[in-house]
């Protein structure tokens, strides 16, 4: 049995492992170690009792589903915590939903068998997710548009030109997050409207299921019944000709009736394929809008609220190098900070830069990104506007003074240089007068957002 039960964890790890960060999936579930399975109870051995209470309020719908199709209908769950590795002892704790069964392939909601007037369905869940939110949405170069467009339709839903809106970029830069959050901001301002937050795979299932149980009429009149419809990944539509033409006239009723449509996408509609030129070009119809990887300030941004909002006391230096080092997306990051809090909090380890480079290292390729002091020069020279030899020459122009200071400042943050070396760079400096520049620019930057700007657009320019 012992041989079975690995077979069957190892199939578990699989999905877990595709349908999550790698930093999430190895940090949560890789440490599990299964113990025994007998009269369809699972007991699985974790670390901590932290990660137990972590799993169940995080991850316990995907583990459940993924138990499920793995282990079949009616499994229970137990949680061993081992207490004392030496005597092998330990404490276990059945999971809060001790019993699950395997739910019909993505079933129709059971309002879509109701009365088909609209006035006359029940309340229905939106499947909006709430965290996702405005509020908890960080705004910045790269997702400015999509976030006022978001916000205008929130205020107007159905009433502007952004309609339909298509929204799309690459992964984890926050696509599902801006469809939710203008969803939740459209409940919140009128609660009467129906908003509907549907991913293009459960849609499809939903399509299928209705066809085979011969209900495709209660389909079409529960979706055209919805005021506000949100479709995630309508990209997974491609090759599927009777969803496709079932999404047409659903989308072609809303649209003419004035309700909302907002889609997203890994790719603009022009570069769709397998998708219906007819359907493609209704895409268009509206707003098309690319959210593109965060910039610098963006990451940072979006670590610091991150940060915050967990209760974290990581030193800024820290933060530098992870806005510096991961990249590509938003989900990236906020696996990290996971990374840094569980060890923080399972192995009392302090979070300090050694520590974030090895959980850095594991979740992106860190690039040697040298910046030496002649970059740092001419950046700065060239945001100043000023000539390169004025820094190292004498003058006292205010201009010159403030550029030297900011120079001084980044080379220090962004070198492994000595002060004396970055003196030296600079018209013989001596290591006092660095340490009075770097002083000065932070203790401005606290109050003054034109120096904070100026020493923000530098970085990021030598960061590109």
């Known amino acids: 049995m012992s041989q079975t039960l690995d077979t069957y964890w190892k199939q578990c790890c699989e999905i877990l492992h595709d349908n999550l960060t790698e930093s999430a999936f190895k940090t949560w579930f890789q440490p599990i170690q299964p113990l025994s399975y007998n009269d369809h109870v699972l007991v699985l051995q ?24 793995v282990f079949g209908r009616g499994i229970q769950l137990e949680y061993r915590v081992l207490i004392d590795s030496t005597s092998n002892s330990g404490t276990v704790i059945p999971s809060e939903s001790p019993v699950w069964t395997l739910p019909q392939p993505e079933p129709l909601p059971a309002q879509m068998r109701a009365n088909t007037a609209a006035a006359a369905l029940p309340e229905f869940e939106s499947q909006l997710t709430p965290r996702l939110n405005f509020q908890e949405f960080v705004q910045g170069s790269s997702n400015y548009l999509a976030c006022t467009a978001g ?3 929130a205020q107007s839903p159905g009433k502007t030109a952004f309609n339909p809106c298509f929204i799309y970029g690459g992964s984890g830069v ?14 919140q301002l009128y609660p009467h409207l129906r908003v509907l937050y549907v991913s293009a795979n459960t849609f499809q299932m939903q399509y299928q299921s209705a066809v085979m149980e011969k209900h495709t009429n209660d389909f079409y009149a529960f979706y055209q019944s919805i005021d506000v419809l949100i479709v995630d990944d309508i990209q997974y539509f491609a090759d599927k000709k009777g969803t496709q033409n079932t999404f047409f006239f659903i989308f072609n009723h809303l649209h003419q009736m004035g309700k909302q449509l907002i889609l997203t996408s890994d790719k603009p509609p022009l570069e769709l394929n397998g998708l219906e030129q007819r359907l493609l070009s209704r895409f268009k119809w509206g707003l098309s809008v690319e959210i ?6 963006l990451r940072h941004d979006i670590l ?61 390729e860190v690039s040697a990104h040298e910046i030496n002091i002649e970059q740092i020069v001419n950046s700065t020279c060239s945001y100043y506007q000023i000539d390169v030899r004025e820094l190292s020459s004498r003058s006292k122009r205010r201009e010159v003074a403030n550029a030297r200071q900011v120079l001084m400042y980044l080379a220090k943050k962004l070198t492994s240089k000595s002060l004396s070396d970055i003196g030296h760079a600079i018209g013989n400096r001596n290591h006092a007068t660095v340490i009075h520049a770097i002083k000065t620019v932070e203790e401005t930057m606290e109050y003054d957002g034109v120096l904070r700007k100026a020493v923000q657009n530098i970085k990021n320019e030598l960061l590109k």
């Open 46 to 69: 974790l670390p901590s009792q932290f990660c137990v209470e972590y799993i169940e309020e995080n991850y316990i719908n995907i583990l459940s589903k993924t138990l499920v199709r």
């Open 174 to 187: 926050g696509k599902t997050h801006l469809a939710n959050a203008i969803g939740n901001q459209i409940k």
């Open 292 to 297: 593109t990887k965060p910039d610098f300030q």
């Open 151 to 153: 916000l205008n339709i």
């Open 304 to 364: 610091k609220s991150k940060i915050h909002r967990d209760g974290l006391d990581i030193d800024e230096q820290i933060i530098d190098y992870i806005a510096e080092n991961v990249r590509d997306n938003i989900r990236d990051l906020e696996g990290v900070i996971v990374s840094l809090l569980a060890h923080s909090t399972l192995v009392q380890t302090p979070i300090d830069l050694e520590l974030t480079k090895q959980v850095v290292g594991r979740i992106v």
